[in-house]
């Protein structure tokens, strides 16, 4: 909205010229996301307290998560608004990047949001089930991957893209719309698996859409595709807007989630996150490096799959619980060398996400 208003702004005073750069507005699309997030926090953290909508926890998990009982959820809420906000302010809307970015992460969020209420107001701890939950999220995988492919005007839009070997692209065809809404679905409950501990989750989170960002500003930007022997999508840059929406709503969801927590997303927060890596990843043709550099997602999820099937099979865990966070708890690491020490692997991991840029 405001980039239309200050482009045409511009055609008479050159002063507004400044907005047509990517990189101003990414910048105040951080700051907006950041602020309205901080801003609107507080008064949605009591409404969540008034109406008790307050965090449980499992009966075998760490013994001091059973001081977070009560602590307000679902203030995902926060994160979903502040990415909207954002990004319909900052964003080209003429773009159709941009929206079916923001169908991903909206849509995601409703059926968290749907499933948060069914165990946190209609108190079922069952939620949505998971099999209606995954069927919801794969409809609406279905319907981003559909469009995006159905819209694509280049065979390297469809195609699978291998980093480091710049000569190697694979023709998906229709499998495109699959490998999707793998990515979409997988990420989206990786994220939520991640989100066990206070701000583990939001700050790799940060990173690698921060990452996922010079992805699509370099993808959209002719010369600076070919230099780099990377795709070259025209209309991709403006993604970079919606990278940066996420930035800046993390950063200020972070505030208050950061330990101890005043507010936990729940599912209303975690999985649209999730779903935005995966759909801007999906975009700028990187799925392999979305997944080096949200390593520590991937790592979380594994951890789960290993741990079920090593009970199913053998009747033994590997872990002492799963997701893999809780098992270092369990052998003694506080809660914030646990998170800490999370956040500097993602770091690491996103350093070499970007160094696939120019290893080619």
């Known amino acids: 909205m405001l980039y239309d208003f200050f482009i045409w702004l511009s ?38 307290s008034h109406h008790q909508i307050g965090q449980t926890v499992r009966q075998d998990g760490p013994p001091t998560h059973f001081d977070k009982v009560g602590t307000p959820t679902m203030g995902g809420l ?21 929206w079916v970015s923001l169908f991903a992460c909206m ?21 949505m089930g998971a099999s209606a939950k995954l069927l919801g999220q794969c409809v609406a995988g279905s319907v981003c991957a559909l469009f995006l492919f159905f819209t694509s005007v ?3 839009e469809t195609a699978l893209i291998i980093p480091v070997f710049k000569d190697i692209v694979l023709p998906l ?44 500003y370099l993808t959209g930007h002719a010369q600076f595709s070919e230099y780099l022997s990377i795709p ?3 209309g991709a840059g403006e993604v970079l807007i919606f990278c940066a929406a996420i930035v800046g709503a993390g950063l200020g969801f972070l505030w208050f989630n950061t330990y101890p927590a005043q507010v936990f997303m729940g599912d209303i927060g975690s999985p649209p996150l999730g779903a935005a890596l995966g759909i801007v990843a999906v975009i700028v043709r990187q799925e392999i490096v979305l997944l080096i550099m949200g390593g520590i997602f991937v790592i979380e999820t594994v951890s789960v799959i290993l741990q079920v099937m090593s009970f199913k099979l053998i009747g033994r865990r590997i ?31 996103v350093l070499v996400g970007l160094a696939t840029l120019k290893v080619r």
């Open 173 to 216: 065809g229709f499998g495109y719309v699959f490998l999707t809404v793998f990515v979409l679905v997988g990420f989206s409950n990786a994220v939520n698996l991640t989100d066990g501990l206070d701000g583990l989750a939001i700050l790799p989170t940060v990173l690698v859409s921060g990452a996922l960002g010079v992805f699509a």
């Open 319 to 349: 872990f002492r619980m799963a997701p893999l966070h809780h098992h270092f708890e369990l052998k003694g690491w506080p809660e914030p060398r646990v998170c800490v020490r999370f956040w500097i692997i993602s770091l690491i991991l």
């Open 232 to 234: 070259s999508i025209p």
């Open 78 to 98: 926060l994160i979903l608004i502040s990415i909207l906000l954002s990004t319909l302010l900052w964003g080209d809307l003429g773009n159709r990047f941009v």
């Open 154 to 156: 280049d065979p390297i």
């Open 107 to 127: 849509s995601f969020g409703v059926i968290g949001w749907l499933d948060d209420y069914r165990k946190l107001v209609d108190k079922n701890p069952r939620g």
């Open 11 to 48: 055609i008479d005073y050159s002063a507004f010229n400044v907005f047509r750069y990517l990189t101003f507005r990414a910048i105040c699309a951080v700051l907006t996301s950041f602020l309205v997030c901080v801003a609107i926090g507080p008064y949605m953290i009591r409404k969540l």
